[in-house]
């Protein structure tokens, strides 16, 4: 359950964070005559319903197996993800549409004054801060809903970039800097969100561990005292977790008590070498000469 905790625990401090920088960048782009500053203070408000999406998310996630849900409910933190994605997409769209108007009608940008510059400066500090302490978590504890609420804050950070430099431009006279800002930081948003979306709807089809994580699983494997071959191996992702099935060739002359003994020690030794494995199943067949030749994964073909 620490892992849960430590996500609950940057997830809480981020969703402070985003109301606090919220309201004030609303307000400074109301007072400071800033439209851009007005949507990035929407934009940062969308972050907070996305943390709150996390903390459901682990929420669910945490809870263990059922008779509805044999294998547990990591799959809520994948789903979260998914939705966190398709936030992006729209908030990246939404801010380039928005861009795109305003490029094609620069007589309806304003020129601002200098509160929401300023207010954007402390804005990419306090966004960066939370996308570095979520990411860390993250990546520690193999979050992929986490992952991309930090990227969330990433678009944030990047989106009042955008804005500055639209502030920035207005105030200096080039009024068209403003829309070409907005635009470019879109498509930033909008690519961290298709790249999400392609990963979490990998791992909700059961998407397979990635090939570093196998080749290790495969030497553990055959280096395994009485493990002869492996004559098939399939994986799947499981929210931040994935399970494993295993098909191992030993001695056919042994018993079924030492064939299982062999069994269990493949298991033991996976979930306790691999990080993020959740279960291993084990099936057991006769070394045969001929057929495990046939083997896709044997001593002869690895390299140790």
């Known amino acids: 359950m620490q892992r849960y905790d430590e996500s609950r625990n940057v997830t809480i401090k981020s969703i402070i964070i985003n109301v606090i920088l919220s309201v004030i960048k609303v307000i400074a782009g109301i007072i400071g005559n800033s439209s851009a500053m007005i949507a990035d203070g929407i934009h940062s408000a969308s972050d907070i319903v996305t943390s709150l999406g996390v903390l459901i998310g682990n929420i669910i996630a945490k809870k263990p197996h059922d008779k509805e849900h044999n294998y547990g409910h990591e799959k809520a933190e994948t789903l979260v993800a998914f939705i966190l994605s398709l936030v992006l997409l729209v908030v990246g769209a939404e801010i380039g549409f928005d ?9 309806e940008v304003k020129t601002p004054t200098l509160l929401p510059l300023v207010v954007g400066f402390i804005s990419i500090i306090f966004k960066e801060y939370q996308y570095h302490i979520t990411i860390k978590v993250a990546n520690k504890i193999n979050s992929p809903s986490l992952k991309a609420d930090a990227w969330h804050h990433r678009s944030d950070s990047l989106s009042t970039v955008g804005a500055l430099i639209g502030i920035g431009g207005a105030m200096l006279g080039f009024k ?14 909008i690519k961290v969100g298709i790249d999400i979306l392609r990963t979490s709807s990998n791992e909700l089809m059961d998407y397979s561990i990635d090939k570093e994580e196998e080749e290790k699983l495969i030497k553990l494997v055959l280096n395994t005292k009485g493990v002869y071959n492996i004559k098939g191996l399939k994986s799947r992702r499981h929210g931040a977790r994935a399970y494993v099935d295993l098909t191992i060739c030993v001695n056919r002359k042994i018993t079924v008590y030492e064939g299982h003994e062999i069994a269990h020690n493949v298991e033991e030794r996976i979930i306790k070498e691999i990080e993020n494995i959740k279960g291993v199943i084990v099936h057991v067949e006769p070394n045969n000469t001929n057929s495990c030749e046939m083997c896709k994964y044997n001593k002869k073909n690895i390299d140790f």
């Not at 861009?99 to 007589?107: I, V």
């Not at 070409?180 to 879109?186: F, Q, R």
């Open 176 to 189: 068209i800097l403003d829309p070409i800002a907005g635009v470019i930081v879109s498509l930033f948003i």
């Open 99 to 107: 861009s795109l108007k305003l490029l094609f009608n620069l007589n």
